[in-house]
C-alpha cells in the first residue's frame, strides 16, 4: 500500500495573503506547492495566444489539457514559469491575466481538464495547495484546510501597495471595483465556487502581520499531522 501524502489547503480571494503564506509554509515544511491560480493564468495566456475571444470552452479545455508549463527556479530563489518555452513569469501576473484566469474558470471543461494534474502535485513528503477549491474539490482528504480573508478594502489596498512598488500606477478605486468584480464572479460561478470548505479553520488577515498568519497555520498543521 502506498502511504497517504499530506495535504494543507489555503484557500480564499484575490488579496488575502495566500499566495504568499503557502509559499512560507511550504519553504518551512520542506513540502512542494501548488499554485493552482498560476495554471489558470497559464491557460488564459495560452488561450489568448490562439485567440482568446473567439474560442468556445471546448476550445479552452484543450489549451487546458495540452499546458506546456515548466516550473524552475532563478539562482536568486525567485520562482520562474515558462509556457511553450517562453518565460511568462511577469506576464501571467499582470491584473488582465487574472481577470482572463476568472474567466475561463468559471468554465466546467477547462476545471476538469486541469484536476488531474493539480492532484499530481501531492508528491511525498507533503503539498501545501493554494487557490479557490483546494479544499472543497481538488483535495476534499487535505489533512489541514485553511480558508484565508480579508476585508475588499485592505485587500485592495495590498495589491495596490504591490503594483506601485513595481512602478505601476492603478487607481485605488479601479483596483477595488476589479477586485470585487472578480469576487462576485469566484463566488458566484456554478463550478467549485469560492466557499470555505465545511471542515475548513477560517483566518481574517486583515489586520494579522503575514508572519502571525504563516505560525498560525503551521501551529494548526503541529496539532493535527504531529
Ligand atoms: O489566485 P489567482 O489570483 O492567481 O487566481 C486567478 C484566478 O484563477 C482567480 O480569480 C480564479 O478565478 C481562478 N482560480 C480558480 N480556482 C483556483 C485558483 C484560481 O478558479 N483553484
Redesign the pocket.
Known sequence: MTARIPVLTIDGP?GSGK?TVARRVAERLGWHLLD???L??LVALASRATGLESMDEAGHAVCAATLDVRFSSRPDGEEQIWLAGQDVTAAIRTERA?DD??RV?VMPAVRSALLERQRAFAQSPGLVAD????GTVIFPEAEVKIFLTATPEERARRRHKQLKDKGLDVSLAALSREIAE?DR??SSRAV?PLVPASDALILDSTVMPIEEVVDQVLSVMRQRVG
Open positions: 484575490s499566495g493552482s491560480g498560476a489558470y493564468r487574472g484566469a476568472s474558470a487557490g479557490r477549491d483546494m472578480r464572479r469566484d467549485a
